[in-house]
């Protein structure tokens, strides 16, 4: 089967998976917005943070090791005894430093939602790493309904909860749910099962290959999240939840048409590592798809703001001065994440990490004054600096790849 079938019967299957996803997501961001206010979910964000930073600093790259390799049996028991022992290292700093993180956020609403949320990657850790077959083998159905059964129980318990509690408990317990039913499933629809033994080489091979994986995660989430963080910082909970949600609405569904296309053409990449005017054609498709999808939705935000505050409520009215703006931020980053994938391929790591840490130097540089002088605004304009500084040296690696397989051939 050819890129173009296996990207268009992939991207059928992942994309209908992804709009499901931000459907729900919507759907439930509609619902829990009702019910809790902007400090609220401005603590469950603190928490995530929190949990994010961690998970980032220990990133060992198993399962990008885990399809790099051309045979994956031989490696899964080593793969899990890894990820278990991550998963509890996170545990317990995320729990012991609850206290410090709430403190510096001023929220001790997030204190024990901290504590909660700790036992997520803990949980997370015993998870079955086979499941990366799902995506090494383009078995992109399997991979809708296992994630759709997720998605329901996480999204149906902290709905429920949430009702319920009138707290932003009832989202750490659905996250919960959804980590226990993950556990338990990838244990069940795919083989092989770890088992507790290990070999030395791969973990060397993990570490070896991994670094790079994990100097580009803590930049990654440094993009990501620094803006989060000076907000809560210097704003608040109420206006970090706002900043959250609006960056949820307007940044993530565009990161997360890149991220369609990113599992499947990473794959399919590999097969056609040996043809590189194949590879050329389908990193140029892939490149114009996603911007080509990502259009409406910026028109969307910047044309009708004021829609989302007719849907949300008055109390998110704020989300109108930077919806727009993060909109834009949202397409720059989705064309940033498909171009990544093509470094990837190339196992040049490195390039990922430099041009993610020229976003977070054109990022910090500005953050802190322009969220004096513009509020919250100012977090999305920065964040919106960084990512356009990048740029150029995105284009640099890309034309420098193909030119170096060009003269090779």
Known sequence: MGYTKDVIKGVSWTGSLSFLTKAVGFLETLILARILVPSQFGAYGIALLALGLLETLTETGVNIVLIQEKETEPYISSAWLVSIGRGLIITLLLYFTSSFVAHFFHSTDALFLLQLVSLVPFLRGFINPSVVKFQKDLLFKKYFWYQSIILFVDTAVSITLTYITKQPLGIVIGLLAGVVVELCLSFFVVKPKPTFSFRKDYVSKIFHRGKWITMSAIFDYLFFNADNIAVGRLLGAGSLGVYQLAYSLAVMPLVEISNVFAFVTFPV????????????????????????????????????????????????????????????????????????????????????????????????????PFIHFFGIFGAGLSALTGAIAAVPLIVYYTVKIFRERTGKE
């Open 269 to 368: 990449f590999r097969k056609l590592f040996h043809d590189t005017q194949r590879l050329k054609n389908a990193y140029i498709k892939t490149m114009l798809s996603v911007f080509a999808l990502s259009i409406p939705f910026v028109i969307i935000f910047i044309v009708f703001p004021e829609l989302f505050i007719f849907i949300l409520g008055k109390k998110w009215e704020t989300l109108v001065t930077i919806l727009p703006i993060l909109s834009v931020l949202g397409i720059v980053k989705s064309l940033s994440s498909s171009a990544g994938i093509l470094f990837l391929n190339e196992i040049k790591q490195k390039y990922s990490t430099n041009i993610t840490m020229v976003t977070i130097i054109g990022m910090l540089a500005t953050l802190i």
